[in-house]
């Protein structure tokens, strides 16, 4: 193997494991959407749609070492199990819109209870973890941005509310179905990389930080590892 070929491979492997996570949540959204739409009211839908969400919430909560997240993820576990044992279902559309506005309203606070006055906004921490670990500066300009992002996340998940429970009123079921399987990761993915850009052209000054750097800062915030 030459040289200039060795490099590529752990690139190539790494983008086909993101293709394939990707690839994974597109399908796991539309068969959500599909069972939403066709099979709101089965149990297979509900323990699918609440299932790996509250293992996930779970998993977390064990690596973050956050027991109350744990222990209250294990207890609506074993309600869903109950539920589905029995196959009794009652009003399941009004719980899956109660589930997205629950999730999104829990991260409205999570990053709005930061810019409280001494407090430090939840994306300059992560900004500061990140550039502190890279040896690159953190300005009072970035300061100042990364305060304001954290409030158009704010403002991001609050309307993600709003406009759910206004399609849900005014919309087919389906619409909403989709907004919540499909648009909603799409828009937040979206929110998320057109940041970025928008950050990349709007202040060049700024040291640079791919994507990816971000989202793993994220993923180790909380843990008790984390600097």
Do not use: N
């Amino acid at each position: 193997m030459s040289p200039s070929t060795a490099p590529s491979k752990p690139l190539v492997a790494s983008g086909w494991r993101f293709g394939a996570v990707v690839a994974v949540l597109a399908l796991y959204a539309l068969l959500s959407h599909w069972l939403m739409v066709h099979e709101a009211t089965g149990v297979f839908t509900v323990a699918l749609l609440f299932g790996p969400l509250l293992v996930a919430i779970g998993a977390t909560g064990w690596h973050r070492r956050q027991w109350g997240v744990l222990a209250a993820c294990v207890a609506l576990l074993a309600v869903l199990a109950v539920v589905v044992w029995r196959g009794v279902v009652i009003d399941a559309m009004r719980l899956y819109v109660l589930q997205h506005a629950a999730i999104h309203l829990v991260l409205a606070w999570g990053f709005g209870i930061t810019l409280r006055a001494g407090s430090t906004p939840l994306i300059s921490l992560l900004a500061q973890q990140v550039h502190g670990r890279l040896g690159q500066p953190f300005t009072p300009a970035q300061a100042r941005y990364t305060r304001a992002l954290t409030r158009l996340w704010v403002l991001f998940f609050v309307g993600m509310v709003v406009l759910s429970l206004l399609l849900y009123v005014a919309t087919p079921w389906a619409v909403w179905s989709f907004f919540c399987t499909v648009l909603t990761p799409l828009a937040a993915v979206a929110f998320f990389l057109g940041e970025h850009v928008w950050r990349r052209w709007r202040h060049p000054e700024f040291p640079r930080v791919t994507p990816r750097v971000a989202f793993e800062a994220w993923q180790r915030h909380g843990r008790p590892d984390t600097p």
